[in-house]
Antibody, heavy 121, light 106 residues
Framework: EVQLVESGGGLVQPGGSLRLSCAAS????????MHWVRQVPGKGLVWVSR????????AYADFVRGRFTISRDNARNTLYLQMNSLRAEDTAVYYC??????????????WGQGTLVTVSS | DIQMTQSPSSLSASVGDRVTITCRTRQSIRTYLNWYQQKPGKAPKLLIY???TLQSGVPSRFSGSGSGTDFTLTINSLQPEDSATYHC?????????FGQGTKLEI
């Protein structure tokens, strides 16, 4: 069974840092691109970042570029999101999702349950 | 960035009805369009990718169509479990933007 389990969320003060993790199991992690998507409760989905299978290629939404860093450890089947200089507007549920990148099409065919990040003093 | 305009923002329908949700972009994204279903408190679930390809395990009453700038998600013979929020997302270029979502009440 495919499983993606996020962890690392919590309450942090503005300007602080958090590192989110996403533990993958039930599939060959290194075969998939991976993404982070966030959602303010009651609002829409917002794409945050993605990383290629070999971690060579990364991409970010403008509002996190320079503050967030996506990475992965294929030996540990784990995806990460290092979040620095956090702002109140970064408060959201953060989901990791896998992407088979089939025939050049990017889509997220499995998602974690999400981890809540709250940025507040 | 590619802006996604999804409509309607909400709709109400009855069991057995057919509903259509649309997603539009200002520039062509060919068929790089995905649809997701999300129920309250749950993660999104993939329904359709590449505009019209049904994800494995998704009921055939769901279908997607369109290319270029106009896309449609159609749900035939609505079931109570289809009550959810539906999101479109373009995967033509990063940032992979989402529509604002359509809340469907049955």
């Amino acid at each position: 069974e495919v499983q993606l389990v996020e962890s690392g969320g919590g309450l942090v003060q503005p300007g602080g840092s958090l590192r989110l993790s996403c533990a993958a199991s039930g599939f060959t992690f290194s075969d998939y691109w991976m993404h982070w998507v966030r959602q303010v409760p009651g609002k829409g989905l917002v794409w945050v970042s993605r990383i290629s299978r070999d971690a060579i290629s990364t991409a970010y939404a403008d509002f996190v570029r320079g503050r967030f860093t996506i990475s992965r450890d294929n030996a540990r089947n784990t995806l990460y999101l290092q979040m620095n200089s956090l702002r109140a507007e970064d408060t959201a549920v953060y989901y990791c999702a896998r992407d088979p990148d089939r025939r050049g099409y990017s889509f997220k065919d499995s998602w974690g349950q999400g981890t809540l990040v709250t940025v507040s003093s | 960035d590619i802006q996604m305009t999804q409509s309607p923002s909400s709709l109400s329908a009855s069991v057995g009805d057919r509903v259509t949700i649309t997603c539009r972009t200002r520039q062509s994204i060919r068929t790089y369009l995905n649809w997701y279903q999300q129920k309250p408190g749950k993660a999104p679930k993939l329904l359709i990718y590449a505009a019209s390809t049904l994800q494995s395990g998704v009921p055939s009453r769901f279908s997607g169509s369109g290319s270029g700038t106009d896309f449609t998600l159609t749900i035939n013979s609505l079931q109570p479990e289809d009550s959810a929020t539906y999101h479109c997302q373009q995967s033509y270029s990063t940032p992979y933007t989402f529509g604002q979502g359509t809340k469907l009440e049955i």
